[in-house]
């Protein structure tokens, strides 16, 4: 499930009285690999589970994160790291 697939789903799921966190929770077990973290605590996570999708999420909220393919992440750092988000900064 992508993020914009989670969002619709937890859309969906809040419009029928379902809550947004268990609605958006996968069925599989995610790896976490150790928090990356920069200055002032701001810590992310990578992950994947045993289908092989890719994981992103915070160390603030354990059940928010974001998921793709392995592909995808590394297309999405890729970009990330040629300044893609440099506008973001």
Do not use: Q
Request: charged share 20%.
């Amino acid at each position: 499930m992508n993020l914009t697939t989670a969002v619709a789903a937890r859309t969906s799921a809040v419009a029928a009285g379902v809550p947004a966190a268990r609605a958006a929770r996968p069925a599989v077990e995610i790896d976490w690999d150790e928090a990356f973290c920069s200055e002032g605590a701001n810590c992310f996570r990578f992950g994947l589970d045993d289908a092989g999708r890719a994981y992103i999420g915070s160390t603030l909220v354990p059940g928010a994160y974001i998921s793709d393919s392995v592909e995808a992440l590394r297309a999405l750092i890729c970009a990330v790291k040629a300044g893609a988000a440099d506008h973001l900064l």
